[in-house]
């Protein structure tokens, strides 16, 4: 199977740091993606990876190991607005379907 | 960027329905997702270049067009309750895994 799995539900404080999982087949594996998806609106792109190791971008940065089918989505000083479901998502090198996990929705309090 | 419509729409359980999708300009895949309320996207099938380029595990009633302009239709026939969720367009610049999705907003069916 495509099995990609991550945490339902996280809660972390306002300013503080929280790190999504997300676990996946390594078997064809290509490459993955971090998607974040505000209720009610349409899944927006945050990063990709292919290689191994750390990608930043801002606040947010992600990272890959691809032998342990791993990858972890890490947002700093967070914000209220941060709020939302990220997805993990798989692309695999026999078909050009992307596959998503579903989704951890993270609850920021005050 | 990828504009659907409608945005909303209410149909009975047996009905037919068909959902537009207009692609973002330059980019000519599109894929076409189910998300039901609480989780991810379920992949229903991908066009490149106006042909059907794979399909997720979702049954024939379920069909597709890509028209040259990268506009695209999702269709359901005998729509059945569990049919109710939000219908996702995405359009890439080019077939192939590496490349991000961009996402419209979706249209949110109900099947009464």
């Known amino acids: 199977g495509q099995n990609i799995d991550q945490p339902t539900e996280m809660t972390a404080t306002e300013g503080a740091i929280v790190q999504i999982n997300c676990t996946y087949q390594?078997?064809?594996?290509?490459?993955l993606f971090w998607y974040q998806q505000h209720a009610g609106e349409a899944p927006t792109f945050l990063s990709y990876?292919?290689?191994?190791g750390l990608e930043e971008k801002g606040r947010f940065s992600s990272f890959l190991s691809r032998s342990k089918g791993y990858s972890y989505l890490l947002l700093k000083e967070l914000q209220m607005k941060d709020s939302a479901s990220y997805l993990c998502?798989?692309?695999?090198?026999?078909?050009?379907?992307?596959?998503f996990g579903k989704g951890t929705r993270l609850h920021i309090l005050p | 960027g990828v504009t659907q419509s409608p945005t909303h729409l209410i149909k009975t359980r047996g009905q037919q329905v068909t959902l537009r999708c207009s692609s973002q300009?330059?980019?000519?895949?599109v894929s076409w997702y189910q998300q039901a309320l609480g989780q991810g996207p379920q992949f229903i099938f991908q066009?490149?270049?106006?042909?059907?380029?794979g399909r997720g595990n979702f049954p024939p009633r379920f069909s597709g067009l890509q028209f040259p302009n990268d506009s695209s239709e999702l269709n359901v026939n005998a729509l059945e309750l569990d049919d109710s969720a939000l219908y996702l367009c995405?359009?890439?610049?080019?077939?192939?895994?590496?490349?991000?999705?961009?996402f419209g907003n979706g249209t949110r069916l109900t099947v009464t």
């Open positions: 995405a359009s890439s610049p080019y077939g192939g895994q590496n490349s991000p999705l961009h």
């Open positions: 990876n292919v290689l191994d």
């Open positions: 998502a798989v692309s695999w090198n026999r078909d050009d379907k992307i596959i």
């Open positions: 066009y490149y270049r106006e042909e059907e380029n």
């Open positions: 300009s330059g980019h000519n895949t």
């Open positions: 390594t078997s064809g594996f290509n490459g």
